[in-house]
């Protein structure tokens, strides 16, 4: 059996985003596919899984903290580090790991850059104690830990690209950050991305030949959105008074431009007053966003709420007219997906990758809020377009599964393994 020590930062429930979702339904895909997986995260937050082993780089079991009675809510640990933290956002989270540090003698980095190189560095003995054929590490946050493994064990390294420090940031790049992911791209064996989009910006910005990269597209578990109670749905409530929902999900970052969102609703309402525009999310731009809101003088049509987990994201997804994803830079978007699975009609930005997968969506540039109000107000009100989106999308959705991207990399597995040549150090 292939046995493939993988390296991740999150993992549902405690995750902010699509990463964690793509390494749940990678994993689960690959095990099903006679796939043994043992994978590593950097603290014992409590998340299980049946199907494989989870190990984690801190030996502190920090799930014993609220046993112990500190007062702490395990699920805002859960994300206190989550992936695309900026260094200010960390700052802020700083007091949590002093404490931490302080009650459970926990070491901490003073940074997160320091946090990420201490992963690697307690990975090295997981890499040492266990036996395995291939090392997967996904993303920034990973990938020196999967350096550390592939210096020990001499086994092959393969590199999977979800969203690049460019893509993240526009542009501003945290040198620490893209250091980290040359120095890995170029050490690895194999990269993996998620889009034909981040796989140009790889090729073109760190050093590496597009020979090297493979893409393989995030898929969808179709059976996660299956009976859930609608009875219970109380964003229901919002339509009888004859409002149309349009929902926003995500990360309130700039990589996710939820600030086009907000001036296209803006325009949009001058059209049709009857839409009430959902923002479901966390991050640095929410009170600018509030504030934007306020200013454009539709604060009672654009609703405010935290991240979105299980039957909550169901409900959302099931209640909504629309979803729309603004994204300045998108590498795939699996919420694009999940939309798709729930029958709600997607209103995706040309910048998102999961264009390339999927194709009855409707599409527009980010920055263009005109067009962009132009089709939601479009699509709420045509009633025939909004049933083929709804269901042409569901059936198309249904053929895009982590079982084919499991596939794939299992092929890129045994092609590297059979291959002794290894990518120059």
């Given at each position: 059996?292939?046995?493939?020590?993988?390296?991740?930062?999150?993992?549902?429930?405690?995750?902010?985003?699509?990463?964690?979702?793509?390494?749940?339904?990678?994993?689960?895909?690959?095990?099903?596919l006679?796939?043994?997986?043992i994978?590593?995260?950097?603290?014992?937050?409590?998340a299980?899984a049946?199907?494989?082993?989870?190990?984690?780089?801190?030996?502190?079991?920090?799930?014993?903290?609220?046993?112990?009675?500190h007062?702490?809510?395990?699920?805002?640990?859960?994300?206190?580090l989550?992936p695309?933290?900026?260094?200010?956002?960390?700052?802020e989270?700083?007091?949590w790991?002093?404490f931490?540090q302080?009650?459970?003698?926990?070491?901490?980095?003073?940074?997160?850059?320091?946090?990420?190189?201490?992963?690697?560095?307690?990975?090295?003995?997981?890499?040492?104690?266990?036996?395995?054929d291939i090392?997967?590490?996904?993303?920034?946050?990973?990938?020196?830990?999967?350096?550390?493994?592939k210096?020990?064990?001499?086994?092959?390294l393969?590199?999977?690209?979800?969203?690049?420090?460019?893509?993240?940031?526009?542009?501003?790049?945290n040198?620490?950050?893209y250091?980290?992911?040359?120095?890995?791209?170029?050490?690895?064996?194999?990269?993996?991305?998620?889009?034909?989009?981040?796989?140009?910006?790889?090729a073109?910005?760190y050093?590496?030949t597009?020979?090297?990269?493979?893409?393989?597209?995030n898929?969808?578990?179709?059976?996660?959105?299956?009976?859930?109670?609608?009875?219970?749905?109380r964003?229901?409530?919002?339509?009888?008074?004859?409002?149309?929902?349009?929902?926003?999900?995500?990360?309130?970052?700039?990589?996710?431009?939820?600030?086009y969102?907000?001036?296209?609703?803006?325009?949009?309402?001058?059209?049709d007053?009857?839409?009430?525009?959902l923002?479901?999310?966390?991050?640095?731009?929410?009170?600018?966003l509030?504030?934007?809101?306020?200013?454009?003088?539709?604060?009672?049509?654009?609703?405010?709420g935290?991240?979105?987990?299980?039957?909550?994201?169901?409900?959302?997804?099931?209640?909504?007219?629309?979803?729309?994803?603004?994204s300045?830079?998108?590498?795939?978007?699996?919420?694009?997906?999940?939309?798709?699975?729930?029958?709600?009609?997607?209103?995706?930005?040309?910048?998102?990758?999961?264009?390339?997968?999927?194709k009855?969506?409707?599409?527009?540039?980010f920055?263009?809020?005109?067009?962009?109000?132009?089709?939601?107000?479009?699509?709420?009100?045509?009633g025939?377009?909004?049933?083929?989106?709804?269901?042409?999308?569901?059936e198309?959705?249904?053929?895009?599964?982590?079982?084919?991207?499991?596939?794939?990399?299992?092929?890129?597995?045994?092609?590297?393994?059979?291959?002794?040549?290894?990518?120059p150090?």
């Amino acid at each position: 059996m292939l046995k493939v020590l993988m390296f991740g930062w999150e993992f549902p429930p405690f995750n902010s985003g699509g990463l964690g979702t793509a390494c749940l339904g990678l994993t689960r895909s690959l095990t099903r596919l006679g796939t043994d997986i043992i994978f590593v995260l950097p603290k014992n937050l409590g998340a299980k899984a049946d199907f494989m082993n989870i190990r984690c780089a801190d030996s502190a079991d920090y799930t014993d903290l609220v046993a112990r009675g500190h007062g702490l809510n395990i699920k805002e640990l859960g994300v206190f580090l989550y992936p695309y933290l900026t260094e200010t956002e960390y700052r802020e989270r700083y007091d949590w790991l002093q404490f931490l540090q302080k009650i459970n003698h926990v070491p901490t980095g003073k940074s997160l850059y320091e946090e990420v190189l201490r992963y690697a560095v307690l990975s090295r003995q997981i890499a040492r104690e266990e036996k395995f054929d291939i090392i997967h590490a996904h993303d920034w946050l990973s990938f020196p830990a999967g350096l550390e493994a592939k210096r020990i064990s001499g086994k092959k390294l393969v590199a999977h690209v979800h969203a690049t420090e460019i893509e993240r940031t526009g542009g501003s790049v945290n040198k620490n950050i893209y250091n980290i992911e040359k120095e890995c791209l170029r050490q690895a064996d194999q990269i993996i991305t998620v889009g034909g989009r981040t796989r140009d910006i790889v090729a073109d910005n760190y050093g590496v030949t597009k020979d090297k990269i493979e893409v393989v597209h995030n898929g969808i578990d179709h059976d996660y959105f299956e009976n859930v109670d609608q009875g219970r749905n109380r964003l229901l409530s919002l339509k009888k008074t004859g409002h149309r929902l349009v929902l926003f999900s995500g990360r309130l970052t700039i990589q996710k431009g939820p600030d086009y969102f907000i001036r296209a609703a803006q325009k949009a309402l001058t059209i049709d007053p009857k839409i009430y525009f959902l923002i479901f999310g966390a991050g640095d731009m929410k009170n600018k966003l509030m504030h934007l809101a306020a200013g454009l003088g539709i604060s009672d049509k654009v609703l405010f709420g935290d991240w979105l987990r299980g039957p909550d994201l169901v409900y959302a997804y099931q209640a909504a007219d629309l979803y729309v994803m603004s994204s300045v830079f998108e590498p795939f978007g699996i919420m694009v997906l999940e939309a798709m699975m729930n029958r709600t009609p997607v209103l995706v930005s040309k910048q998102a990758g999961a264009v390339e997968a999927v194709k009855n969506i409707l599409t527009v540039d980010f920055w263009d809020t005109d067009e962009m109000a132009d089709k939601i107000v479009f699509v709420l009100s045509h009633g025939q377009l909004h049933k083929h989106l709804a269901e042409n999308g569901r059936e198309e959705v249904k053929k895009i599964t982590w079982e084919k991207a499991a596939d794939k990399c299992i092929n890129l597995y045994q092609s590297l393994i059979k291959n002794p040549a290894c990518s120059p150090a």
